[in-house]
């Protein structure tokens, strides 16, 4: 069974615009929840985490991100893009022993 | 800090070759990671180490991959032989903890695409 879905494959905003990604879980436990993001020819970069408290967490470069629970989303956001931005985002999520991930979702952001 | 190193960053091979990729992971780190990503997909765990002890490889194609972490530090992915389907990009990553804990956070390295034709 899919543990984490991420419905946008690809998005594209503009510079300075506002971001918003998805990201969906099925987990039955309380999940630990993590977005990572991924430029070309480099390894993931963690920009933030879930584990309990505050719902609303705050990341690197400028980032955040809202646990829901009745909606069992983890959603990204972002008030404004930079060029720098473009890249692949993925949500995880511990499952058991193991961290699961999304299919990903690629950033293209217009000048 | 050094980060997570891996070699080669790229290989080309032939099917039925057979390629091993290398990982050093963050010193201190107990636990270490393998993944593959196929393009346009998520990482997939493919194994995982706890010192130098399996704790999951559920998800090893263990008839033509495997994988050692001697001495609890360094660690070897093999594929043999290898087929057009694992043309991918292998990651490797480390943690102080396994996963589910506050220290969990695992750190990835930059990957060897491989490509088989």
């Known amino acids: 069974a899919q543990s984490v879905t991420q419905p946008d494959i690809h998005i594209t905003v503009s510079e300075g615009a506002s971001l918003e990604l998805r990201c969906n879980y099925s987990y039955g436990a309380t999940p630990y929840l993590f977005w990572y993001v991924q430029s070309p020819g480099q390894g993931l970069q963690l920009l933030l985490k879930y584990f309990s408290g505050d719902t609303l967490v705050q990341g690197i470069k400028g980032f955040e991100a809202e646990f829901k629970r009745s909606q069992s989303s983890f959603n990204l956001r972002k008030p404004s893009v930079h060029w720098s931005d473009a890249a692949e985002y993925l949500c995880a999520v511990v499952k058991g022993n193991m961290l699961t991930f999304g299919g990903g979702t690629r950033l293209m952001v217009k000048p | 800090e050094a980060g997570v190193a891996q070699s080669p960053r790229y290989k080309i091979i032939e099917k039925r070759q057979s390629v091993a990729f290398w990982c050093n992971p963050i010193s201190g780190h107990a636990t270490l990671y393998w993944y593959q990503q196929i393009l346009g997909q998520g990482p997939k765990l493919l194994i995982q180490?706890?010192?130098?002890?399996?704790?999951?490889d559920s998800q090893l194609p263990k008839d033509r991959f495997s994988a050692e972490r001697l001495k609890g530090v360094d660690s070897t992915l093999k594929i043999q032989p290898a087929k057009l389907e694992d043309s991918a990009v292998y990651l490797c990553?480390?943690?102080?903890?396994?996963?589910?804990?506050?220290?969990?956070?695992?750190?990835f390295g930059p990957g060897t695409r491989l490509t088989v034709l």
């Open positions: 180490f706890q010192n130098n002890g399996v704790v999951d």
């Open positions: 990553a480390s943690s102080l903890r396994p996963p589910g804990g506050l220290m969990n956070e695992q750190f």
